[in-house]
């Protein structure tokens, strides 16, 4: 039999603006390169947990650690997904959910540190005195890659809203593309076949695109941790001589009775 690869813990940020006048709210996509783990495909900022994320515990703002706890659902480091999921979108979009002011280098110079290695999070953080602020994110679901896969997730989704006065733009490297869209623009350029999406970023998508307006959207993402999160771990199983995905609750679902 063989060995289930450990789903590594993971962030990823839904950034969201309002559209402009009549239309839905838009979020910011990234396209990672053909060699990344993802392929070519569009996909929110994100990535995996590091262990410079557990060192920043005390500049994390507006959210403590036993709320975070509760509200990823972890007995202990559940404020490292959010500290994660600053340092990700800050990495990859320049967007930081801290003062930008505070950053005696500027915003440009330290992203291009942190990207290039000359210096890391925890330093960053450190010397800055930054406040993260935590509470401008919105856990709000949570997928684990299925088993059969050889590289494997556990990536807890969070929606930000864009802060004022900031600009969001991809870093390059393993990132090749970037785009501001509609949920339902990016829904409907990959069933043309014109991107590339991931079984995880098209629920997500079709979740946004239920809402009209940013408003709406914030007010959803920020109550689902009081709704409950259902851990979704897609299985994929053979129905009539094809391969489908099925979640938690649908039939065929391993371990659910008809």
Known sequence: MTDIAHARPSSTVVLARA????????????RRHAKSSF????????????PEDSAVHEYCVGLSARRADANIGV??????????AIRELFEETGVLLANPDDVAEGPEAARD???????????????????LQCDKLYYFSHWIT??????????????????????AAHCGGELINSCWMTAHAVLRAGRAGEIVLHFPTIKTLESIARHKTLEELVDWASSCVEWGITS????IVERE????IVLPGEIDYPGVEL
């Open 19 to 30: 559209g402009n006048e009549g239309s839905d709210p838009e979020v910011f996509m990234v």
């Open 39 to 50: 392929g070519e495909a569009y996909a929110f900022p994100g990535g995996v947990v590091d």
């Open 75 to 84: 007995k202990e480091g559940g404020i490292d997904f959010y500290s994660a």
């Open 113 to 131: 540190a942190l990207n290039d290695g000359s210096d890391n999070w925890a330093d960053f953080v450190h010397r800055n005195e930054l406040e």
């Open 146 to 167: 299925p088993p059969q896969q050889s590289k494997r997730y556990s990536t807890r989704f969070f929606l930000t809203e864009m802060p004022a006065m900031q600009t």
């Open 232 to 235: 979704m771990l897609p299985m």
């Open 241 to 244: 001589g094809r391969s489908d």
